[in-house]
Nanobody, 128 residues
Framework: QVQLVESGGGLVQPGGSLSLSCIVS????????IAWFRQAPGYAGREGVA?????????HFEDSVKGRFTFSRDNTKNTASLLMSNVKPEDTAIYYC????????????????????WGQGTQVTVSS
């Protein structure tokens, strides 16, 4: 059974940086596509932020974070990381890591219904 644990959330000032980690257990990371979603305060739904394919060759970002966020994976540590730079107050949300093992090796998506395994979330607050 795949389990995901997020870490690295916290309070950060606008313009600052923060790195989130998703530690995977129960399955090798190179057999999974990984995505980050967020749920902003007052919103019921989760927005796809970034995803990376099993092969690592395909990465997608939501438009509002392009150029500010980067996504990497370390298969030796079974860890996927989201580096958030130049953060804005509108990035404030609970960030969730999600995984899917049935995608093709060069596919990932930003739809939350595409993923069947989720972490518990980590809070990111951007405020001065």
């Amino acid at each position: 059974q795949v389990q995901l644990v997020e870490s690295g959330g916290g309070l950060v000032q606008p313009g600052g940086s923060l790195s989130l980690s998703c530690i995977v257990s129960g399955r090798s990371l190179d057999n999974l596509a990984i995505a980050w979603f967020r749920q902003a305060p007052g919103y019921a739904g989760r927005e796809g932020v970034a995803c990376i394919s099993r092969s690592g060759s395909v990465v997608h970002f939501e438009d509002s974070v392009k150029g500010r966020f980067t996504f990497s994976r370390d298969n030796t540590k079974n860890t996927a990381s989201l580096l958030m730079s130049n953060v804005k107050p509108e990035d404030t949300a609970i960030y969730y890591c999600a995984a899917e093992r049935f995608f093709g090796e060069n596919y990932c998506g930003l739809g939350n219904l595409e993923y069947d395994t989720w972490g518990q979330g980590t809070q990111v607050t951007v405020s001065s």
